[in-house]
């Protein structure tokens, strides 16, 4: 069982750091948001507590530590980011969901409002299966969204193109 655990927790950190670079570098988020990750970590910490039970020699019981150690830190560390994210993302809330013409791409926009932490804006996420998305569009200091699809991947907001099969389609800061 203290195998399973330290598989287990490594790819937890796995999950989580890609994560992190996904959020940080514009990527598709893969991993599923931090409080299932928590949920799963906590499950692991108690599979690892479970582990200790097998006494057979000295690498089980040290891989049993080496688990509950690793997603003791996992479960402290995650819970540190789903604080933190509760308390300064600010508020976001839907103004729009729109279709590709061949309805293969679905995009929500959202309205951001950081409060005093930072500024207004709008955020188009192209969405994913199960909980996949990724950031497409981001424009500071603007509170509407006009939209026309110009063919099946290219969009125009806000008279901005933005084709959605680059890498990193379209980030605007707007000053006025």
Known sequence: ???????????????????????????????PPAYVLLVFSILVLALAILGFQDGSNNFAKLRSWISVIFSSVLIFLLLVVASFTAMFSGSKVLLTTTHSPDQHY??????????????FGVV??????????????SERKADQVHLQWSNNHTVVINEHQ???????PGFHNNTH
Do not use: C, H
């Open 1 to 31: 069982m203290n195998r399973i655990a330290l598989l287990l927790v490594l790819i937890l950190y796995f999950i989580s750091f890609y994560s992190l670079y996904a959020n940080m570098n514009n990527q598709w988020l893969i991993a």
């Open 106 to 119: 679905t995009l929500k926009f959202y309205k951001t409002d950081a409060g005093a932490m930072g500024t």
């Open 124 to 137: 188009g996420e192209l969405e994913g299966p199960l909980w996949f998305r990724k950031v497409v569009y």
């Open 162 to 168: 933005v084709n959605l099969l680059l890498r990193n």
